[in-house]
């Protein structure tokens, strides 16, 4: 009797998490349409803002992935390419490793040199990546998360937070290009889908 109830306990806390993340990932997605839509933010010409919003796939709580995050010690700033002849200068903050169905894989991310210096970005960290699904489900050039400094020796990141750079949108903006290393090689099902001629 009291086995049953524990399961039963565990069933609904585990029901209670992972409608807190899907709930996380809808504000995510509701604000990533409110800043298309906002004139003064987005990459989007006029005539396109009046798109209905993003295409994006299924949540997928799976996609969500508490890592191990191994600090890149004395870390050297470089040059990371861009779409153009632009290189802002970022330090690899870390590498988060991580297993998606049995798979045992790694992502390097990487922070800012000039934000880092400014109070509001400061532990700003940034992770850009491609996978299989490019050019297909998802946009070709690989796509973005957004993450903070952790406290911790984990980092959780959550894929279906993951967003095209502006360049998806248009060529008037200068955005990085994910480093090699970068390259999942599975498909990456969650986020934000490849863009429609609607939103171009």
Request: with cysteine; proline share 6%.
């Amino acid at each position: 009797m009291f086995k049953n109830s524990s399961l039963l306990i565990l069933a609904f806390i585990f029901c209670l998490n992972a409608k807190a993340q899907e709930q996380t990932v809808q504000e995510f997605q509701k604000e990533h349409n409110k800043m298309f839509k906002n004139p003064k933010e987005s990459p989007l010409k006029k005539k396109a803002r009046k798109f209905k919003g993003h295409d994006f796939f299924i949540v997928d709580d799976s996609l969500r992935v508490e890592a191990k995050l191994v600090r890149t010690l004395n870390a050297i700033p470089f040059q990371m390419k861009t779409s153009t002849s632009r290189l802002p200068i970022y330090n690899k903050y870390g590498e988060a490793h991580f297993t998606i169905d049995g798979q045992k894989l790694k992502l390097s991310i990487f922070q800012s040199e000039r934000l880092s210096l400014t109070d509001e970005f400061e532990n700003y960290l940034f992770l850009p990546f491609n996978d299989l699904s490019n050019g297909e489900e998802s946009y070709t050039g690989g796509r973005y998360i957004d993450l903070e400094v952790p406290v911790g020796d984990t980092i959780v990141i959550n894929f279906n937070k993951s967003y095209n750079p502006y360049c998806a949108y248009s060529s008037d903006y200068s955005c990085p290009i994910p480093p090699e290393e970068n390259f999942l090689p599975i498909k990456i099902l969650a986020g934000v889908k490849k863009p429609n001629k609607s939103v171009h």
